[in-house]
Nanobody, 127 residues
């Protein structure tokens, strides 16, 4: 069982930045995909961003492109999500996710395709 531990959530104002981090309890390999989903009250969990540990291929939801950047740290088995120019609509609980896929396989953006989840970290954006 893989454990994922998130950190970095908080309460900010519109236009501010936050950096989320997630560390996995297992060593990442070329078959590891890690990513972030978010869920706002009353809404479905939605894909935010993900990265492959094989070639560092990334994928982003349209709503965050140009504002959020996902990166990986192979040595620390971790991913980070740099969130800039935060908007009120970004407010949600952010969940780290990990799954294992062959290195050539594309990133999946549906939550059901991901095997392991963190507990979530709250991001609040308001004036």
């Amino acid at each position: 069982q893989v454990q994922l531990v998130e950190s970095g959530g908080g309460s900010v104002q519109p236009g501010d930045s936050l950096r989320l981090s997630c560390t996995a309890s297992e060593r990442t390999t070329s078959n590891t995909h890690m990513g972030w989903f978010r869920q706002a009250p009353g809404k479905e969990r939605e894909f935010v961003a993900a990265i492959t540990f094989s070639f560092g291929v990334t994928a982003y939801a349209d709503a965050v492109k140009g504002r959020f950047t996902i990166s990986k740290d192979n040595a620390k088995n971790a991913v980070h999500l740099q969130m800039n120019n935060l908007k009120p609509e970004d407010m949600a609980v952010y969940y780290c996710a990990l799954t294992r896929r062959a290195s050539h396989q594309a990133i999946k953006t549906t939550s059901g395709a991901w095997a392991y989840w963190g507990q979530g970290t709250q991001v609040a954006v308001s004036t």
